[in-house]
């Protein structure tokens, strides 16, 4: 039964969007699935302005709640696919403009114009001319004097039998002076002689020279491009325009969501993912989900005990690069992170973060058997194993196993000694 203007007593008891009575919640609450509050949610979808202190309804029914997170799903949907959608456009036009440019610009096309006899003298001479100049091309080591050359490989030249290509009708030729552009190209491209250049470690096969001397520098470890603000070094110049913005504060990709901005228009891209609720890259062996490749990857060397970042110092390995980073400030006695309470200085921020609940004594980390809390989740964690009696931590070398990481590392020290 719909609701009367007059029978409203309280706004406490209707609906925000519906007005109608029912099994209410708050619609400032969060969606789980998406992080999203409702009210936000709203005015996503409806524009409508919604706030805690506007002395409106501050409660949603069921149905509309259930019906809120479905519209949401559907614009969102609608809004990230147009963007794709528009993305992919942009890129093909672009790709379309890089091969009209090259076709105009390249020597191995012969004339839509040219008779058959020109055809073929055309094609023998270029795939001569090619074969030599590619055997005879090798790329300079690179100024720090390590020895990065390497060989372009040529991929054989394919021996291409015109009589396919003619097709005589009363003595003419296929290719006329009234053969359509379109059609030239086609069947130009068809007579193309292919070459391609591959790198001599991998086996990878590159489509120009540019892209070989880029991909090289991957296994030579070559990083030309340095930032002028900090001197870190990078293999590619678009990664320097990058990396600037940490300096400069710039971030130009913007969610339409939250409106949170990004350095990188991937980091947007996987953030969308915490609105949307996708986490399509799988980890194949415990079947946990993750909204980036790139987190996937960390976390199969959990799995596989991959460590491959280490310490030059130590030898130490790591599955993170950051980790790693954050390991070297140990033996530079680096501590960039400082309290502005006692001036106590911290290697990492995570560090500098649960020092502070020391002066404010907050500990948000409480244990549900015996309700003792924690500034840090893995003292709770540690903490927990004590009413479960698990002992998690193995000895590798004997039977031994301890409650807490701690422990275990003061026992491995007895079979150092």
């Not at 080591?141 to 390590?146: A, M």
């Not at 953030?271 to 987190?295: D, N, W, Y």
């Amino acid at each position: 039964m719909d609701l009367k203007l007059s029978d409203i007593e309280s706004f406490e008891s209707i609906c925000r969007t519906c007005m109608k009575k029912g099994t209410l919640i708050s619609i400032f609450l969060p969606n789980k699935k998406y992080a999203i509050k409702f009210s936000e949610m709203l005015h996503y979808c409806a524009e409508v302005e919604v706030s805690e202190n506007d002395n409106l309804p501050v409660h949603i029914c069921k149905q509309c709640k259930t019906n809120l997170v479905a519209l949401y799903k559907f614009k969102f949907t609608v809004k990230n696919s147009d963007a794709t959608l528009r993305q992919l456009l942009i890129d093909k036009n672009k790709k379309s403009e890089l091969k009209l440019e090259d076709f105009a610009n390249s020597n191995d096309f012969v004339t839509a114009t040219a008779s058959d006899d020109d055809l073929k003298a055309t094609l023998n001479d270029t795939a001569a001319s090619d074969k030599n100049s590619i055997k005879n091309e090798d790329l300079k080591p690179s100024d720090n004097g390590k020895d990065q050359s390497f060989v372009l490989h040529e991929i054989p030249v394919l021996d291409i039998k015109l009589d396919k290509y003619e097709d005589y009708d009363n003595g003419e030729s296929v290719l006329n002076h009234n053969t359509t552009k379109k059609s030239n190209k086609r069947q130009l491209k068809d007579k193309q002689i292919e070459k391609s250049y591959q790198c001599e470690v991998c086996g990878k096969i590159l489509s120009c020279r540019s892209n070989l001397i880029q991909h090289m520098r991957k296994h030579t470890g070559e990083k030309p491009f340095a930032c002028d603000l900090c001197e870190k070094r990078f293999a590619r110049a678009e990664h320097v325009t990058i990396h600037r913005r940490i300096h400069t504060g710039e971030r130009p990709h913007s969610c339409t969501i939250c409106h949170k901005s990004f350095v990188q228009y991937a980091a947007l891209t996987a953030h969308l993912r915490t609105h949307s609720g996708e986490r399509p890259h799988m980890c194949a062996i415990c079947g946990k989900s993750f909204s980036q490749s790139v987190s996937l990857t960390y976390h199969t060397r959990t799995h596989t005990g991959e460590t491959p970042f280490k310490c030059k110092i130590c030898n130490k390995g790591f599955a993170h690069s950051g980790n790693l980073n954050i390991h070297m400030r140990f033996h530079r006695n680096e501590r960039p992170f400082v309290c502005n309470v006692c001036g106590r200085r911290f290697v990492t921020s995570s560090h500098l973060t649960v020092h502070i609940k020391q002066h404010t004594g907050d500990r948000p980390h409480r244990c549900n058997l015996c309700g003792k809390a924690f500034a840090r989740s893995e003292h709770l964690k540690d903490h927990l194993v004590i009413h479960t009696g698990q002992k998690p931590h193995a000895c590798k070398l004997c039977p031994k196993r301890y409650t807490q990481s701690s422990h275990l590392n003061r026992h491995m020290k007895t079979h150092k000694s």
